[in-house]
């Protein structure tokens, strides 16, 4: 093997671990947004209650906003816009998807939060936005949001809003089939 | 747009250093003799012609995008257009106009430079050079398909690049994606023939310093053309094949592209300034006729920044909603990265500290590097300091700076190393006369155009708009005026080469007076073949 | 009014209003406390750069003049001194060090979106601005109201030339107002130069803002983000107001809310609606399927004479209220009421020829967006 | 080694004695300077995001 093939090869060597590096990135951003909350990413996963008391003595305003993005004939209605509540408390709003359109779709509803730090603090135990939804023509589906914010929210976060944007589903991309057998007026 | 290639510059007597050419029949002659060649000095002239009509190109687009601004109002083109005008302008100028222009000056001088007969891998250095024509013909034919050619500026943000893009976008990720190829293949046999071919006796100490910044400039290639091919075939995926890298609906984030395609991009700006800083430190030392000063700290800060520029690149996203720590952090190393690079321009000043100084032409061109590239520096200090980015982002503030950074940056160390190195391609001098009206139109088209740019984007002037409120059309008029006489002084360039091509007084081996380096031992105009047999280097202190 | 002609008359517009003219130079101190931090830190930097640059070139304008080869025919010949190296790199970097703790500073008051009195959510869809009172039920979208024939010249430009919208957003002075940024489309960057606001809003995520004007006034901005055809034509107009004055505008949007509600129940005419639908054509469709209806097929198609236009009401219905996704159609039933959806609509299916004779309600519209 | 580390160092701050570039190109491999400089990058990295945490806290 002469130098120039040696160098060659370590060269290409170099080059396929950078293009698999650029792939690598997706998953790595994934990761990093999760831990450092940034972009508002927002966990797909149920995770468990931490009973470690409510912290009675400052109230935190989480609002609630629903938005509908092109091509999905949904909206999604929310009991109430805005509430307050005690970091460490666990709060369960109601939501429901109404499908105005005239044939059965596939939607979900892409989470963001603000501010991002509020991001880590904040655990989801279940929500209609860990899987697409399916609705025949005019169905409505009512479904439960309950999340719970840390006690050691920093002090200086006093609001934190939570926008859901409804998106279609191509039909190829169904990643889990929604619970069967929950239509009609839940 | 096989482009006016001059009459062969490199007919070279026969009776040249070894006249058996390689095939046995003679060699092929005419337009097969380009197509076929393995030859390091055809196929950096190749190079240099193909960057020089891809300029004028992406000069014509830059015409239209003013001619547009000239006044308020819309007089000559649509929106739509403006922005593909725009956008191309970007690609041509970057892709196709600067960095195959140094990618030439890389193939002919580096194999002369360090003593080598030729580039390690001849054949692939002629495949690399015949990748970009095909590459770039087929982007500027996306002009012609419907839906138009590319909209989304040059840095093709997502999801305006993917959802909402024209037709056409699919030719744009191809063409990119085989001017990425070339890059690559460039860069691999650059840093094969550096690290391998150099002649007995040169160490790599003993390297120039054009040699060195191309050798680091190869491994920044190597290490982010491949990111670039990534972020373009993720696109392709979301565009053709349903997935959502970038696309919001469907778990995708339309900042993760930014992410990535800065990644590319900060090192990819280093790739376009860093063999400008060789030329300069080149030919400065020889007009000065004074050795550069400060070789080592040269070689080392060059060597740093090859990997501080991978730190830096989301200061081109402060205001995209980063998370305040992220913010903080790539302010820090922005400012860290600013001090190794703006520190060589107080080495070439001071090498001009008590030289014997004489203007030439490529001196010149240097000289007004040094000093208008140091004002685009400034205006990138200022940019660096993330509050004061949230007023700048986006705004005519920062396409003066990077235009101050490219062209003054850029482009005159190209159009320098050109002056410079004429004598020993053609064997005749450049006509001074013409070389310094060249050089004094173009200082006074560029700083016409670009500095009025700083007021247009201080006062609120967002980039990429085809038209403006009544308060920038003063600012707008002259940064017009200005762009026509920058371009059509171009022209005068072109004349120059065919002169010296053609005849013009004669250049002797060492064609300045001042000049040190391996390439003046060579006759000039430069055979066919040089250093067939290595040449003798004693490693003496550095020059 | 020929085209050449057009272009005289539009280099007359050279005689720019004082008023416009204050800030012409260089970055506008504006009216809250960040924007005139930030003023100050440009200021800073920038009489750094002059300072260095002066003695830089300085020294080296000199050298070029007192060591030219006529005058200097021997040059010296040190080329190392690693002493002056060092120094002339630790000056700018405790230089930089020195910037960079006023600006952490202000950045990190400009990351203080705590306690705010009023959120705004400001969406950006191509090529208009939609603003939302969260909580306070007041949404409208903001357009560029500069006619199209100044643009093409035909006219004379007023002052505020691509500067002027239909509905500018309404702010309190002395209140703190959180912004929430988001898209429906693509990334559009919402900035006002004087309130040294600008942020991106990026489709699918939310970033936040805030800004507490300190003078009332009209403060005009324009989107800094590339975001296609009409990103030039999508002006941003703050209009700050005293508080009380404030609550008083906020109460009367409400009610001129409730009552476009209420015109939903009554029956239009056709010529009413006609009229109405032109305006909204103009003013939102015009930019893509273009003021004749001939769209720029294959990505804007056209309306004029298209025939599953004139077949399919419903289909259309679905198109205009819900958008296609994954095309430059948004869904405008987040830009449109009930009214300006019905008047569009009927405007389509009877202008340039498309003689539907239809006449859509905006009961209907009401019903389907309520169902 | 130690000398390595002191190149990669200055070769960060910009400034280096032509002595020492001497004696680094006449005694060090080129894979150890890069594997340093790579390792001096992840400490400054580490450095300055400790640095950002503590000024936005």
Known sequence: MSPVQRTVSRTLLVLVAMFAFAFALVPLYDVFCRVTGLNGKVDTTAQALVHEGVDESRYVTVQLVTRSGAGLPWRLEVEQRQLRMHPGQTVEVGFTFVNQGAAEQWGRAVPSVTPSQANRHLRKLSCFCFEEQRLAAGERLALPLVFQLDRDLPAEIHTVTLVYTLYPVASGEIARRAPEAQGGEA | ????????????????????????????????????????????????????????????????????????????????????????????????????????????????????????????????????????????????MPGGGPNFG????????????????????????????????????IIATILNLRAPGMRMMDMPLFVWTWLITAFLLIAVMPVLAGVITMMLLDINFGTSFFNAAGGGDPVLFQHLFWFFGHPEVYIMILPAFGIVSAIIPTFARKPLFGYASMVYATASIAILSFLVWAHHMFVVGLPLVAELFFMYTTMLIAVPTGVKVFNWITTLFQGSISFETPMLFALAFVVLFTIGGFSGLMLAIAPADFQYHDTYFVVAHFHYVLVPGAIFSIMAAVYYWLPKWTGHYPSERLGRWHFWLSVIGVNLTFFPMHFSGLAGMPRRIPDYALQFADFNLVSSLGAFLFGFSQLLFVVVIVKCVRGGEKAPAKAWEGAQDLEWSVPSPAPLHTFETPPHVTPQPHP | MPRRLAWLSGAGGFALSPQVLANGWNMPVGVTDLSREIHSLHMTIFWICVVIGVVVFGV???????????????????????????????????????????????????????????????????????????????????????????????????????????????????????????????????????????????????????????????????????????????????????????????????????????????????????????????????????????????????????????????????????????????????????????????????????????????????????? | MWQVIKSVLAAFFGVQKERQRRRDFEQGRPGHFILVGLVAAAVLVLLVVLLARLAAS
Request: with cysteine.
């Open chain 2, 154 to 189: 040059w840095t093709f943000y997502a999801p305006l690049s993917t959802t909402y893009a024209p037709p056409s976008t699919t030719f744009f990720i191809l063409g990119m994606h085989l001017a990425g190829i070339s890059s690559i293949l460039g860069a691999i046999n």
């Open chain 2, 1 to 144: 747009m096989a482009s006016k290639l001059p009459k062969s510059p490199l007919e070279h007597s026969a009776g040249g250093a070894g006249a058996a050419a390689e095939s046995p029949g003679a060699p092929p002659r005419g337009l097969l003799r380009w197509l076929l060649t393995t030859n390091h000095k055809e196929i950096g002239t190749l190079y240099l012609v193909f960057s020089l009509s891809m300029f004028f190109i992406g000069g014509i687009f830059a015409l239209v995008v003013r001619l547009e601004l000239f006044q308020p109002g819309l007089q000559f083109v649509e929106p739509e257009f403006f922005n593909q005008m725009t956008t191309l302008h970007g690609l041509i100028m970057v892709f196709a106009a600067v960095m195959p222009a140094f990618t030439g000056l890389a193939n002919w001088m580096i194999p002369l430079q360090i003593g080598a007969p030729d580039m390690a891998l001849p054949r692939l250095n002629n495949f690399s050079f015949w990748l970009l024509p095909v590459a770039f013909t087929l982007l500027l034919a996306t002009l012609l």
């Open chain 3, 60 to 371: 080296m304008f000199y050298s070029l003049f007192r060591y030219r080869r006529s005058r200097q025919p021997q040059a010296a010949n040190f080329h190392e001194h690693t002493t002056v190296e060092v120094i002339w790199t630790t000056l700018p970097l405790l230089i930089l060090v020195a910037m960079a703790v006023p600006a952490t500073a202000t950045l990190k008051n400009m990351y203080d979106t705590g306690d705010a009195e009023l959120d705004v959510m400001v969406t950006g869809q191509q090529w208009r601005w939609r603003y939302d009172y969260l909580g306070e039920e007041v949404a409208f979208t903001s357009s560029l109201s500069t006619p199209r024939a100044q643009v093409r010249g035909e006219e004379a430009r007023g002052e505020t030339y691509l500067l002027d919208v239909d509905n500018p957003l309404v702010l309190p002075v002395g209140r703190k107002v959180r912004f929430l940024f988001t898209s429906d489309d693509v990334i559009h960057s919402w900035w006002v130069p004087e309130l040294a606001v600008k942020q991106d809003t990026v489709p699918g995520f939310v970033n936040e803002n805030w800004v507490r004007i300190n003078e009332p006034g009209i403060y005009r901005g324009q989107c800094a983000e590339l975001c296609g055809i009409d990103h030039g034509f999508m002006p941003i107009v703050v209009q700050a107001m005293a508080p009380d004055e404030f609550d008083a505008w906020l109460a009367e949007r409400r009610d001129e809310a409730a009552q476009e509600a209420l015109g939903v129940d009554r029956d239009w005419g056709h010529e009413e609606l006609m009229t109405r639908g032109e305006e909204v054509y103009a003013a939102i469709c015009a930019s893509c399927h273009q003021p004749e209806g001939q769209g720029a097929p294959p990505t804007f198609p056209a309306l004029a004479g298209n025939p599953r236009l004139q077949e399919d009401l419903g289909w259309q219905l679905d198109t205009v209220i819900n958008g296609v996704s994954g095309t430059a159609m948004p869904a405008f039933r987040n830009t449109l009421n009930p009214v300006e959806l019905a008047a569009v609509i009927t405007y389509t299916r009877n202008a340039w020829g498309n003689a539907t004779g239809d006449v859509v309600q905006p009961a209907r519209v009401a019903e389907r967006l309520a169902r």
